[in-house]
């Protein structure tokens, strides 16, 4: 029985993605993690300059409990991903752009998992004593430091609000990034890959357009100008430096 209705969903899932486009369910994780990532940084960026007291403490529960949240919808997400067809559209044209999108995809992927895995870490460092719940509900278990002695909770505190920031400036460079090259396969490429994921937003008529064309003017340019930065550097992978 389960089987089944596994099957026939991924053949639902099937059906969009031969259209270029992803499933409902895909859609859902993407525009639920989009507007926890922004409160997160929202609601962090504001906890962080409250004082010391119970709003504070109240304040980085809600955090800690919205990366919970957080790290059960990317499971999900990539879960849904291993299991769904893959959508072929516009954006897996060949070329840098394609090898770029696949990059940043990966980095958003280690920041969404990263983020809450390293606040998990801060918190059962810093507060190994204390019973973690969900909505004082479901109790969450801590991270097995409890052997380790102070100095080492220290630290592991430390390297884990590292990586915690890291993340963070990750994710505030990724976002901007990811919303132009958006835009741009709407507005300039004029292609089906933002109506795949927000099909209330029609796919635009296919013709050139001038910005179009300026932009592949700016990209010939810019492949011209690597080339020949490329052609300064003496040595190449393969290839041995001339002897003096």
């Known amino acids: 029985m389960i089987d089944k209705l596994v099957v026939r969903v991924l053949e639902w899932a099937a059906g969009h993605a031969d259209e270029g486009r992803f499933s409902p369910v895909a859609i859902a994780f993407h525009w639920t993690m989009a507007a926890l990532v922004l409160f997160q940084l929202g609601w962090g960026w504001w906890m962080g300059r409250l004082p010391v007291g119970g709003d504070k403490v109240a304040a980085y529960e809600l955090h800690f409990l919205i990366g919970i949240l957080m790290l059960l919808l990317v499971a999900g997400r990539a879960g849904w991903r291993l299991l769904a067809p893959e959508v072929i559209n516009d954006a897996d044209k060949p070329g840098w752009e394609s ?19 390293s606040g998990w870490a801060m918190v059962s460092a810093t ?16 991270l097995p430091f409890q052997t380790l002695s102070n100095p080492g ?5 430390a390297i884990a609000e590292w990586l915690h920031w890291g993340l963070v400036v990750s994710l505030l460079l990724m976002i901007p990034l990811h919303i132009v090259g958006a835009l741009k396969h709407q507005f300039i490429d004029r292609d089906d890959v933002f109506h795949g994921m927000l099909p209330i937003v ?5 013709r050139r357009t001038r910005w179009q064309r300026r932009y592949r003017a700016v990209e010939k340019k810019a492949a011209s100008l690597a080339r020949r ?5 003496p040595v190449r992978s393969g290839a041995r430096p001339r002897r003096s």
Do not use: N
């Open 99 to 117: 090898t770029a999108a696949r990059i940043t995809h990966y980095v958003f992927y280690t920041c969404l998992f990263g983020l809450p895995l």
């Open 153 to 157: 909770l220290w630290q592991v505190e």
């Open 127 to 142: 507060a190994r004593e204390q019973e973690l719940t969900v909505l004082g509900l479901i109790t969450w278990p801590l």
């Open 229 to 233: 930065l490329w052609r300064l550097f």
């Open 202 to 206: 029609p796919k635009p008529p296919r």
